[in-house]
């Protein structure tokens, strides 16, 4: 199976709407893509994002999970979704605006493999085209590593999960859902997702083959560092 096969009916109730993430897009591309009317999310998962993106927008979604991309076609039905892997899809189409967000490009656990994403990201985007993305940074894996295991009660089920990070730079996610069904009865759902950890001088350098930064920020609107809790960024298409 995929990875966030097992999980993915349970996904949106562990993490709920992504209001905040949805509004930063849209501002962003409201700042630097205004006339955009075509959006690629790159692991669309549950379809959570392009469903809140609104109506304005030709949607398209890749992920390589068909357990979320059915999720996905409930969500955003007017969304076209493909199940494919980010590291080598290829549409007979162009795009205003490629995201990719939620530490999707962090399970592309080949380093090789992030300059692949972004050379085939430029190659989709129109010209003057963006591409938004974010990562969980070295220093967020780390402190994930030294936390406790994380339990979360949701809908009457149970999640509990673990990151180890003795493998540096590769993280490995253990999660575990104990689906309640009545009493005492419980189904147990278990997946372990991998996570890289990549320096952000050196995805800026990778970036700077295809895209010319023109936005980058923590979560609190600072530069980003390899201690920032999260890093965001929007790049944009150089010329070819």
Same mark, same amino acid.
């Given at each position: 199976?995929?990875?966030?096969?097992?999980?993915?009916?349970?996904?949106?109730?562990?993490?709920?709407?992504?209001?905040?993430?949805?509004?930063?897009?849209?501002?962003? @591309?409201?700042?630097?893509? *205004?006339?955009?009317?075509?959006?690629?999310?790159?692991?669309?998962?549950?379809?959570?994002?392009?469903?809140?993106?609104?109506?304005?927008?030709?949607?398209?979604?890749?992920? @390589?999970?068909?357990?979320?991309?059915?999720?996905?076609?409930?969500?955003?039905?007017?969304?076209?979704?493909?199940?494919?892997?980010?590291?080598?899809?290829?549409?007979?189409?162009?795009?205003?605006?490629? @995201?990719?967000?939620?530490?999707?490009?962090?399970?592309?656990?080949?380093?090789?493999?992030?300059?692949?994403?972004?050379?085939?990201?430029?190659?989709?985007?129109?010209?003057?085209? @963006?591409?938004?993305?974010?990562?969980?940074?070295?220093?967020?894996?780390?402190?994930?590593?030294?936390?406790?295991?994380?339990?979360?009660?949701?809908?009457?089920?149970?999640?509990?999960?673990?990151?180890?990070?003795?493998?540096? *730079?590769?993280?490995?996610?253990?999660?575990?859902?104990?689906?309640?069904?009545?009493?005492?009865?419980?189904?147990?759902?278990?997946?372990?997702?991998?996570?890289?950890?990549?320096?952000?001088?050196?995805?800026?350098?990778?970036?700077?083959?295809?895209?010319?930064?023109?936005?980058?920020?923590?979560?609190?609107?600072?530069?980003?560092?390899?201690?920032?809790?999260?890093?965001?960024?929007?790049?944009?298409?150089?010329?070819?």
């Amino acid at each position: 199976m995929a990875q966030y096969d097992s999980f993915a009916r349970f996904y949106d109730g562990v993490n709920g709407e992504p209001e905040d993430r949805i509004a930063q897009i849209l501002a962003d @591309i409201e700042e630097f893509r *205004p006339d955009a009317h075509s959006v690629l999310e790159l692991g669309c998962g549950t379809g959570a994002i392009l469903a809140g993106l609104g109506s304005g927008f030709s949607l398209t979604g890749i992920d @390589i999970s068909s357990a979320m991309l059915d999720v996905a076609r409930r969500r955003c039905p007017s969304a076209r979704l493909l199940e494919g892997d980010i590291t080598s899809f290829s549409l007979a189409q162009s795009f205003d605006v490629v @995201i990719c967000v939620y530490d999707t490009l962090n399970h592309v656990t080949d380093v090789a493999l992030w300059r692949t994403v972004f050379a085939n990201v430029a190659a989709h985007l129109a010209a003057g085209g @963006i591409f938004i993305f974010d990562l969980n940074t070295l220093g967020r894996l780390r402190d994930l590593g030294d936390m406790a295991p994380w339990v979360y009660d949701f809908d009457g089920n149970t999640l509990i999960m673990d990151v180890d990070f003795t493998e540096e *730079p590769l993280s490995r996610w253990h999660i575990r859902v104990f689906e309640h069904h009545s009493g005492d009865v419980f189904t147990r759902h278990e997946e372990t997702i991998l996570e890289l950890g990549v320096a952000l001088d050196t995805v800026r350098e990778e970036l700077a083959r295809e895209f010319t930064l023109v936005a980058q920020s923590d979560t609190q609107g600072a530069t980003p560092t390899d201690f920032s809790t999260r890093a965001l960024f929007v790049a944009r298409r150089n010329p070819f």
